[in-house]
């Protein structure tokens, strides 16, 4: 699809004149051309003008949103309140209204919530002195209320940032078109001169998605979140554990959220603090060796396999650290992957790593605070021992850093779904293996901090990872589906699943290809679009609550909107962009959608191309679509004159309007295929899909993770038995047959001597055999194990030994 359909197609209708003008721009550059530097510099200033009016109408709508967050988040409070007090009276007084809910401290929720202006009542929307008196019912209803106003907002922002992205490709876009076009070069000052100074494109809309998410949560709950530690729930035997990674396109991430927080409030640990940026931002350094030891246990997950990182999260001015070693266990030994940390002081890493400091002391204190128990100091201890031992012993080093924004779904005190979305992923070089000395000996680099997407840092030293990563935990009871929300989530069109993806292994694999030539199997995957086609019949997607009125008609994005020629907003169609398929489509019964007339004119223009057609058929000049056979590439001659006719005046008039029009299409047509090669930039639409089918880049191999369990190597040796079983009884027919055979019966001799021959075949393949699959088991190929023609052939040897005997022992007898 065309750039300039698509925004028609995905915009809010309601918002219609605020989205750049696309088909003006590129009207402007077709006109003017062969280009000169009055039209470039007329251009120019339409461009901009077209900035500031998208970059006004962003700012002033995120700030509208967020005012109508924190003035709906008040009146959430202060019907709390009017809640308890009606609830207080109702006891007394009221014997018309009854509540059946549970009673709940109300007085702590309210003031959990309350704004730091003391929530006056004189801020409260709608609050009056009749509203002191509010009933139950009516708090209730006002709540239901409130529910799809909340509903309109999570729409306002899920189209405010299609907003953004709608217009940011197309301003990249006609710069491109004007570029090839004119033959004036833009686009090189384009971010600089433009988008810098109108930066609307960069709009983080982390801070009013946590904002929304706990007006969300309060109105759900009627002002009584679920408080409660967020790591509760953890220690649970009785539940089945899953994790799974998907990978999320840059399109998605905001429609995502905001889908997520329909069911599940944003984390925030602490929640008297306002919400930062930076508050989210999570940095890992991982370690490992030249040989990438750890890179390649990781990546065949052999049983312990480790990582090694130090972790941080916030600024790099954070003065404490995390030590984390995660490793991996396999099934078979009843064992569960985990990963243990303790926390170091930043000054005291260098040393740590080196062997020159011990965590003994620092322990040992908290023993003394009383925050930590004997017991728990002990393995505290032994963990950094181990990880100090493996950084010297392994010459383990920094090697790679991976930094995210991490976006956290999980109600406090409840562990049962727990989903993260980490964005912004970018991999960075830490390494010394190419000469290059980074850290300069220290345990990180340090001429960089959290500034994505890094600037100061060379291209090649870093990776951007182009999706965000959502992790979905569930911790469901044996038997119990989980939530039907969920598994609508990973279904839709909004995610692709990638198991056990990893963003260390995926940073070596593409930073340090030299060195490595087993690769995961989602790296030849990365140059494919994993974008999906929207259903209509997804239950993901973000809707208007149908009861709110509101000024416009409202489309999803992706769908394109239904609008009513006679009352809805109707976009001229922009010059050049219909294209030959929907000039098909519109002689073909359309005449009310393409052309646009009135309704009572509608008939009239179908009954003329109806006739027009007719004739046309008639005179063999035409095929049953109304066109011409092609007379050259790319051009079509509509036959528009044909012998006059005797409807009315109005008739008439209506005719000529079609002929007016379909002179228009026909016009349109041709500009677009002369422009076909001017336009290949411009298919929005996904030229390939991801497939199944892994083919490793050249030189490399894919890594596809087998499980090898004891009972594999078991199996083997029970094989090499097996055979080994059969062989000894071919060994005692060859030696019965020499002891009861005459010294002169070469019949006897002769049979002897191939089942003794069959038996020691039978030993040497089994031994051979048996040598060759251990040794693919230890190197975890994924290769078939399957023997089709060893037993074949054993079988062979036995029946033509027995063959020879009976043969020659007739042919014997009978001499």
């Not at 985990?338 to 005291?348: G, N, P, Q």
């Not at 912004?424 to 994505?452: A, K, M, P, S």
């Not at 992790?471 to 969920?486: D, H, M, N, S, Y």
């Not at 020629?565 to 109707?570: D, E, I, L, P, V």
Request: overall charge negative; aromatic content about 8%; some cysteine.
């Amino acid at each position: 699809m065309k750039f300039g359909r698509r925004i028609k197609g995905s915009r809010y209708s309601e918002w219609a004149d605020q989205y750049v003008d696309y088909s003006a721009l590129k009207k402007q550059i077709k006109n003017n051309l062969p280009w000169t530097d009055t039209a470039e510099a007329e251009f120019i200033v339409s461009l901009r003008k077209e900035l500031e009016k998208c970059e006004t109408f962003q700012r002033t709508k995120a700030e509208e949103i967020n005012s109508r967050i924190d003035s709906l988040e008040k009146e959430v409070v202060s019907l709390v309140a009017k809640a308890a007090a009606a609830d207080s009276s109702d006891d007394d007084s009221s014997h018309h209204h009854q509540d059946h809910r549970t009673p709940r401290d109300t007085e702590a929720a309210v003031n959990s919530y309350r704004d730091d202006d003391g929530g006056s009542d004189d801020d409260d929307v709608g609050d009056d002195e009749e509203d002191d008196h509010i009933s139950l019912d009516e708090i209730e209803e006002r709540f239901k209320e409130l529910e799809e106003e909340v509903a309109v907002l999570v729409a306002d922002v899920h189209d405010l940032a299609l907003f953004t992205k709608l217009n940011f490709t197309g301003f990249i876009k006609i710069v491109k078109k004007h570029d090839k076009l004119t033959g004036f070069a833009l686009k090189p000052t384009f971010n600089k001169d433009f988008l810098e100074q109108h930066p609307f494109y960069k709009m983080n809309y982390d801070p009013v998605i946590v904002k929304l998410s706990k007006l969300f949560d309060l109105v759900r709950t009627r002002g009584h979140p679920v408080e409660g530690d967020s790591s509760a729930g953890g220690n649970q035997n009785a539940f089945v554990r899953s994790t799974t990674k998907y990978w999320v396109h840059e399109e998605n991430i905001v429609p995502l959220k905001l889908n997520i927080l329909k069911h599940l409030p944003v984390l925030v640990f602490d929640t008297k603090k306002e919400f930062n940026v930076k508050d989210s931002a999570i940095t890992s350094i991982y370690y490992d060796n030249e040989e990438l030891e750890l890179y390649l246990g990781r990546l065949e997950k052999t049983e312990g396999a480790e990582a090694i990182r130090m972790r941080w999260y916030g600024d790099v001015d954070g003065k404490v650290v995390f030590v984390e070693r995660k490793t991996h266990r396999e099934d078979w030994t009843g064992e569960k992957s985990v990963k243990e940390r303790f926390t170091i002081k930043e000054d005291k890493l260098n040393d740590f790593c080196a062997g020159r400091y011990t965590m003994d002391e620092e322990f040992d204190a908290l023993v003394k605070k009383g925050k930590k128990t004997e017991k728990e100091v002990e393995g505290m201890k032994q963990l950094a021992d181990e990880i100090q031992y493996a950084i010297v012993t392994r010459n383990l080093r920094p090697v790679m850093r991976s930094f995210y924004n991490r976006t956290a779904f999980q109600l406090p005190g409840n562990a049962t779904v727990r989903i993260s979305l980490d964005t912004e992923l970018t991999l960075v070089r830490e390494d010394n293996f190419d000469g290059n000395d980074r850290t300069h000996g220290n345990w990180r680099r340090t001429d960089f901090g959290i500034d994505y997407p890094f600037p100061t840092v060379k291209k090649e030293d870093k990776e951007i990872f182009p999706y965000g990563i959502l992790e979905v935990k569930l911790a469901t009871r044996v038997g119990e589906e989980p939530p039907q929300w969920i598994r609508d989530l990973v279904n839709s069109h909004l995610v692709e699943a990638v198991p056990k993806f990893s963003k260390f292994i995926h940073g070596c694999a593409t930073l340090l290809p030299e060195r490595v030539d087993l690769v995961p199997f989602w790296l030849p995957q990365m140059d494919q679009d994993i974008r999906k086609p929207v259903s209509s019949r997804s239950r993901v997607l973000i809707e208007r609550p149908t009861s709110v009125p509101t000024s416009g008609e409202h489309s999803n994005a992706g769908e394109s909107p239904v609008i009513d020629a006679s009352t809805g907003y109707n976009e001229p169609v922009s010059e050049g962009e219909e294209d030959e398929y929907l000039v098909n489509t519109a002689a073909e019964h359309d005449e009310d959608r393409l052309l646009r007339l009135p309704p009572e004119a509608q008939a009239d223009a179908k009954a003329a191309r109806e006739h027009r057609e007719r004739k046309l058929r008639e005179n063999g000049k035409a095929d049953d679509s109304g066109f011409q056979r092609p007379t050259g590439k790319g051009q079509y001659d509509r036959a528009l004159r044909v012998d006059p006719l005797t409807p009315s005046n109005r008739f008439d008039l209506n005719v000529s309007a079609v002929d007016a029009k379909l002179a228009q299409a026909e016009r349109d047509t041709r500009e677009d295929a002369e422009e076909a090669q001017l336009e290949a930039d411009e298919d929005d639409d996904p030229a390939v899909t991801l497939t199944r089918e892994f083919r490793a880049p050249p030189g490399k191999r894919i890594a596809i993770p087998v499980r090898i369990e004891p009972k594999v190597i078991f199996a083997a040796e029970r094989t090499f038995l097996k055979w080994m079983n059969f062989a000894v009884l071919l060994s005692m027919v060859s030696i019965a047959l020499m002891n009861f055979i005459s010294a002169d019966d070469s019949v006897g001799i002769i049979a002897s001597a191939c089942f003794t021959f069959s038996a020691l075949l039978a030993t040497a393949y089994s031994g051979y055999m048996y040598v060759l699959r251990i040794l693919r088991i230890r190197d975890r190929r994924a290769i078939n194990y399957h023997d089709k023609w060893g037993p074949t052939f054993l079988c062979f040897t036995v029946i033509a030994s027995v063959v020879i005997n009976l043969v020659l022992r007739v042919l014997f007898d009978q001499k």
